[in-house]
Every structure is written in structure tokens, then in C-alpha cells.
């Protein structure tokens, strides 16, 4: 038998025949993420899919379910951390220029899944689903890799900027203080992931209030002066 193409898998179906294509049990059958193609469910779910403490449905709405995330992650670590540095080393004119691109790269991004959204529609899976309905599940698959290697990239930011701030605050000095503030925060969020959706949305809706207030006072310290003398 030839050998496999690259990013292909084989399934070996022993207990439920492919419908679409009438074949019979024990067919191979030479494609990638086959059992979502398909259409059916094999007994027992691999371990990715457990829903640990969830025991019915979860639904939110456009206010907790899509605002609090969109605004957490506008308001993140490199606003309250970097704008400053990033104005007063390159001025206030190539800041507000570097500023402008970012937000044309994401605009790209947010009209193509706009489009995207309208034309296909929008089903379970997230940007996997989205991206392959238009290039196909190979293409999807391996920007959909790129996409959850950058999530981590940037978890890992915020991490270590709020890990920064902490260890200041209490004193610490050191860069093993902020490995260990950091490596507190991931674990605390590791058991918040593992409780469920519903806590990750609470935990949002705290973070939006946190945010709020420090927004404000960022912009009302704008207008403040304070002599160091």
C-alpha cells in the first residue's frame, strides 16, 4: 500500500459504514478530520473533548459571551504597559503611525471574517471552520495552528506583563520573582479553564470592571501633574 500523503490520516471505521459514500465496515478511508466530514460520531469521546463540570449546554449572549473578550483584549498588557515606551521612543507622530498600522492589519482581518461570515456562514468550530469552508481543511487546519500559536504567544505576554506589575507592587525584586508570580497566575487559570465556560465569563466580567477603573484613571492622571521636587 503507497504511503500516506503529508497531513493526511487513516481511519479504520470497524463499527459504523460511511454513509455518504456507501462503503461498507473496515473501509480506509484517506481524509483529514474525516469523522466531521462525514457527519457521525463514533461512541466513546477522546479526551480533548470532555467537558469537565459542564452537564448541560452553555449559552451566552453578545454581552458576556462576545463584548467582555473583544474589550479585554483591546485593553490588554501592551496599553498600560508599552504606549508609553513606544511613544517616547519614537515620537509622538511615528507612535501614532505604528498605532495606525496595527489597527489596518486588524481591520483586514475583522472585514475578511466579516465577509467570510456572511457568504458561508458561521458554524462550531471557530477559525478552523471558517477558514477551511473558503480554502479547504488542510489550509484551514495549518492557519488555525498558527492562529492557537499566537493565542499562546500572546497569553504568555500578558502573563509576564501582569506579573511585572504584581512583583513591583510587592516589592520583589528579581527575574525569578516574576517566574513565580507568573507561573501562580497560569495554574489559577489552568483550574478556571478546567471548572468550565461559565467561569472564564465570570472571570471576564471582573476583569472588564478592573479595566474600566483603570482606564479612567489612566486618562484622568493625563491631566494631572505632580512636581518630582
Known amino acids: 500500500m503507497e504511503g500516506l500523503p503529508v497531513g493526511w490520516t487513516l481511519h479504520t471505521c470497524d463499527r459504523v459504514g460511511l454513509l455518504q459514500d456507501r462503503q461498507p465496515p473496515n473501509s480506509q478511508v484517506y481524509e483529514l478530520f474525516h469523522e466531521d466530514a462525514q457527519g457521525f460520531q463514533l461512541s466513546g469521546q477522546p479526551w480533548w473533548r470532555i467537558k469537565l463540570f459542564v452537564w448541560e449546554p452553555v449559552l ?25 515606551y513606544l511613544v517616547g521612543n519614537t515620537g509622538v507622530l511615528l507612535g501614532m503611525f505604528l498605532v495606525s498600522l496595527v489597527v489596518a492589519v486588524a481591520l483586514v482581518t475583522v472585514f475578511s471574517g466579516v465577509g467570510i461570515s456572511e457568504h458561508c456562514g458561521v458554524g462550531g468550530g471557530g477559525i478552523y471552520s471558517m477558514i477551511s469552508t473558503v480554502l479547504g481543511g488542510r489550509l484551514g487546519g495549518t492557519v488555525a495552528l498558527l492562529y492557537v500559536f499566537g493565542q499562546c504567544v500572546a497569553g504568555a505576554m500578558y502573563i509576564t506583563g501582569f506579573s511585572e506589575s504584581v512583583a513591583v507592587l510587592l516589592g520583589l525584586q528579581g527575574p525569578w520573582a516574576v517566574r513565580a508570580v507568573s507561573a501562580i497566575v497560569l495554574l489559577a487559570l489552568l483550574f478556571i479553564n478546567l471548572a468550565g465556560v461559565k467561569w472564564i465569563v465570570r472571570l471576564q466580567l471582573l476583569l472588564l470592571a478592573a479595566l474600566a477603573v483603570s482606564t479612567l484613571d489612566f486618562v484622568i492622571g493625563s491631566f494631572s501633574h505632580l512636581d518630582p521636587g
Open 60 to 84: 451566552f449572549g453578545t454581552w458576556d459571551g462576545v463584548f467582555t473578550s473583544c474589550m479585554i483584549n483591546i485593553f490588554g498588557v501592551v496599553l498600560f504597559l508599552r504606549t508609553g
